[in-house]
């Protein structure tokens, strides 16, 4: 299958800084990529889907303002954790597909740990 | 969104075949039904997509009903490998792609 790489895996920040994550998809052209947070034993939650050169649309209770999502290219979307709290503590999880009724393909997540 | 009822947990002996079930009852004509699975700490992978026929693919077959209000992932012949939660999606209007609870598979070697 296509492959969708995310970066970093594993990152801990100190309390009160921003945090980047990358997701690129390697082999094909995403037109839409969406963001999850996945908490312990729990399900993957959607977070907001950006579309290429488009706003990126939050979901209900996501605060955009804290949650920066850009989708500058068909291969790249980052999402920015700002102003991180340990309650943003949390497995980061992207995903990304060519159109509307194909698959998606899921990066292997970002652990992030605020301290 | 479509709402998706799955069992809890499953078990399955190894290199025997796995029926998943999933229920979504409120699926409309066009919604693409879509089954990934998750390994422990890391992303989801895809296994299997269709909208009305019964599809195949290298790693499993997907088996809907005629009224498309269920569907049934089949696993032919369980590995190890294959412990995973795995999530039923309804593909709605919106293309989204929402996460429900899943099934937890136990692969009894």
């Known amino acids: 299958g296509a492959v969708v790489s995310q970066h970093p895996s594993r990152v801990i920040c100190k309390s009160g800084t921003s945090v980047k994550i990358e997701c690129r998809s390697l082999?094909?052209?995403?037109?839409?990529m969406f963001w999850y947070r996945q908490f312990p034993k729990q399900s993957l939650m959607l977070m907001a889907t950006?579309?290429?050169?488009?706003?990126?649309?939050?979901e209900q209770g996501v605060e955009k303002d804290k949650f920066l999502i850009n989708h500058a290219s068909l291969t790249l979307s980052t999402l920015t954790v700002t102003s991180a709290h340990p309650e943003d503590s949390s497995f980061y999880i992207c995903?990304?597909?060519?159109?509307?009724?194909?698959?998606?393909?899921f990066g292997q997540g970002t652990r992030l740990t605020v301290v | 969104d479509a709402k998706t009822t799955q069992p809890n947990s499953m078990e399955s002996n190894e290199e025997e075949p796995v029926h998943l079930p999933c229920n979504h009852s409120?699926?409309?004509?066009?919604?693409?039904i879509h089954w990934y699975r998750q390994l422990p700490s890391q992303g989801p992978e895809y296994v299997i997509h269709g909208l009305t026929s019964n599809v195949n693919n290298r790693m499993a077959s997907l088996a809907i009903a005629e009224d498309r209000k269920s569907s049934t992932l089949i696993l032919h012949r369980a590995t190890l490998r294959d412990a995973a939660v795995y999530y039923c999606?309804?593909?709605?209007?919106?293309?989204?792609?929402?996460f429900g609870t899943g099934t937890r598979l136990k692969v009894l070697a």
């Open positions: 409120t699926i409309s004509g066009t919604d693409y």
């Open positions: 999606i309804p593909q709605t209007g919106t293309y989204k792609y929402i």
């Open positions: 950006s579309n290429e050169g488009s706003k990126a649309t939050y």
């Open positions: 082999d094909f052209q995403a037109t839409t």
């Open positions: 995903s990304a597909r060519v159109s509307l009724n194909t698959e998606a393909f």
